[in-house]
């Protein structure tokens, strides 16, 4: 099995342009070709991916390396043995020994005796086992491979041994660079072109303050270079200067490379940028433009001034939209895929096609389907079979043959095809998946009915209210546009209160919304208050204290909660709702197999999982056990189907 076909048993990946890899830990200064995985955003450069399952290395002759791949996952432990430097998702092991080596240094390379040493008069030989020595050069008490003389009996770091003590450097050739294994108090300790920490051995010109590490030294940067797309003039490196690059508008790089007559200047990351994309949060084609007209411009992801001078991406469909060059192209914005030469055209899809006015034929039923402005009133009857939530006032579609076939408007406006906000990724809207009455959501965790949206490859289902959500999402408990964000660690949703990772959130200020928050029916249908409609509370102190009327326990009122604006009558959101509101409540009878029934009985059954009495409006069977909410079916799901 070759090294990409083990990534791919672990993550779902497509093939892209990123810099930072998350195979060798180690970034490019341009935009390299690669794969990242859909669902958690690591980057693994080609040859990261495409590395040899088992290579010999002189360092430990007596086994071969094996390459080892991590899950998204499983944490990393350990560190390289030759650099000291924590390993990334790939490396190569030892099956026997306790040895491992990134993929950089397993590719740096290796001689078993340096003939011709700099750095001594006799032949230095590797000693291919870790033995604390001290550096005749640098003076380092160290723990590694040493080189030795044995007619000496004097040890080198690999380094120090294949070190001379002047260079001429092509980013620097006005003056030599001596070697240094100290470094001086006047400099910062950093690389000047990688801004890596200084360490026992480095090149320096005092005269200029510069230094270079080893990795640079052996890989500089080109000196000059011509790329037309990025500017029409030669390209020179000027190091250790201040500026704003003429790109992205960001000054955070001091190394340029500089058009003196026409007075520009630009990243080397900036240098191959795409130039024309297509972000998940907007429905057409942006180009990058090289400046902006005059004005007050902000950026439509981040909300933050861009500089009109410098390059941007905007689009000719949009006149007012605009954005920096960084968040334009970040993972979960962009999905890597350069469209310069490409037509324009858009994923989604319409689910039906329009018979007259008022009149349509969807592709998920046989006949057509009339327009119809409300229902008549008794809304608790009446279903929408995508979403399987009720009709009440809102606009419909109903069969014109079938009683039973009746579609909220909104659910008919969508589309058979699109990028879901989530993952990414190409789904399609879908009746029913493998034939299963009930699913399970792989963003909101949910166990529903209805219509889904599958991912073209088969492997992420998505419930109808998770799938139909695009960026920029509107919900009105906020003034400002949600975006889906992936937080470490987490984050309180401003509605339940509770931790949640894969979220909602605003750009501008810490509002935060969890998945399943974010769909809740606005209004709702109540047993306790059969004359009037529940209508979902944001947070809102209606009443200093209140309690709920169905738990009879007190409500927080800086939690969401329904409300009755005509009774004053209030309900926490698990007892209007349950656990099982996008399920079509049905009678259970002995042919049932899985059904969701609503819990109104004068005796309540106790929950298979948690023994109690199931204290929800509605109750789910599943393969003949009872369970009384979500959290009960997760627990045993696994253990009933066995």
């Not at 040899?52 to 998204?72: A, D, G, R, T, W």
């Not at 011709?116 to 640098?138: A, E, G, Y």
């Not at 689009?315 to 310069?340: K, Q, Y």
Request: proline residues 4%.
């Amino acid at each position: 099995m070759s090294t990409y076909d083990k990534l791919r048993r672990y993550y779902l990946l497509y093939q892209t342009r990123g810099l930072k890899c998350d195979g060798c830990n180690l970034g490019r200064d341009y935009y390299s070709i690669g794969h990242r995985c859909f669902r958690s955003g690591l980057f693994f450069h080609n040859e990261c991916a495409e590395s040899s399952v088992e290579i010999h290395n002189l360092y430990h002759p007596q086994h071969s390396l094996h390459i080892k791949v991590l899950k998204q996952n499983e944490d990393v432990h350990g560190e390289c043995k030759l650099c000291r430097g924590n390993l990334a998702k790939i490396y190569y092991q030892c099956s026997t020994c306790d040895f491992a080596i990134d993929l950089i240094c397993a590719r740096k390379k290796v001689v078993a005796t340096i003939e011709v040493p700099k750095t001594h008069d006799h032949p230095l030989s590797l000693i291919p086992k870790m033995i604390t020595f001290t550096c005749h050069l640098c003076g380092l008490l160290d723990d590694r491979f040493p080189y030795a003389c044995n007619l000496c009996d004097i040890t080198f770091h690999k380094d120090c041994a294949e070190s001379t003590p002047e260079i001429n450097y092509s980013c620097h050739p006005q003056h030599l660079l001596k070697r240094l294994t100290h470094v001086p108090s006047y400099t910062d300790g950093k690389c000047c072109l990688c801004g890596s920490k200084l360490h026992n051995l480095f090149y320096h010109c005092s005269i200029c303050n510069f230094s270079v590490d080893v990795n640079c030294e052996k890989n500089p940067p080109s000196f000059t270079l011509f790329h037309p797309k990025a500017h029409e003039h030669k390209l020179t490196l000027m190091p250790q200067r201040s500026f704003v690059c003429s790109a992205c508008g960001m000054d955070d790089d001091p190394n340029p490379y500089v058009c003196p007559q026409c007075n520009f200047m630009i990243h080397r990351s900036c240098i191959d940028i795409p130039r024309v994309i297509k972000i998940y949060r907007h429905d057409h084609h942006i180009c990058y433009n090289n400046f902006l007209d005059a004005g007050d411009w902000k950026c439509g992801i981040c909300h933050k001034k861009i500089n009109w001078t410098c390059g941007a991406y905007s689009c000719s469909e949009c006149p007012d939209l605009v954005m920096h060059l960084r968040c334009a192209t970040r993972f979960g914005i962009w999905n890597g895929i350069e469209l310069e030469g490409i037509s324009k055209n858009t994923l989604k899809v319409k689910s039906y096609e329009e018979i007259e006015e008022g009149v349509i034929k969807h592709f998920s039923h046989d006949h057509t389907l009339k327009f119809k402005e409300g229902s008549d009133g008794n809304g608790e009857c009446i279903q929408c079979t995508i979403c399987t939530y009720p009709i009440f006032s809102n606009p419909f579609y109903s069969c014109m043959e079938c009683d039973d076939f009746i579609l909220h408007k909104k659910c008919v406006d969508l589309p058979k095809k699109k990028i879901d906000s989530f993952y990414k990724m190409s789904t399609s809207l879908i009746t029913n998946y493998q034939g299963n009455a009930e699913n399970i959501c792989n963003a909101c965790q949910n166990i529903y009915q209805g219509f889904s949206y599958l991912s073209d490859d088969g492997n992420t289902l998505l419930d109808v209210r998770c799938g139909s959500i695009s960026e920029p999402f509107f919900h009105e408990s906020h003034p400002h546009s949600l975006y889906v964000s992936y937080l470490t660690g987490g984050r309180f949703c401003n509605a339940c209160r509770e931790k949640a990772t894969m979220v909602l959130s605003c750009e501008e200020c810490e509002f935060v919304l969890d998945i399943k928050c974010s769909t809740l029916p606005n209004i709702v249908k109540h047993e306790n208050d059969k004359d009037h409609l529940l209508s979902l509370c944001y947070g809102e102190n209606k009443c200093e204290q209140c309690w709920c009327e169905m738990c009879e326990e007190t409500i927080n009122p800086k939690k969401w909660f329904y409300s009755c604006d005509h009774c004053g009558i209030a309900f926490h959101i698990r007892c209007t709702l349950g656990d099982f509101i996008w399920f079509k409540p049905e009678k259970k009878s002995e042919s049932s197999t899985n059904c969701v029934i609503l819990n109104n009985r004068a005796s309540r059954p106790f929950c298979y999982s948690c023994n109690s009495r199931c204290k929800y409006p509605s109750i789910l069977f599943f393969y003949g056990k009872t369970l009384c909410s979500l959290q009960c079916f997760q627990q045993k799901v696994y253990a009933i189907l066995a």
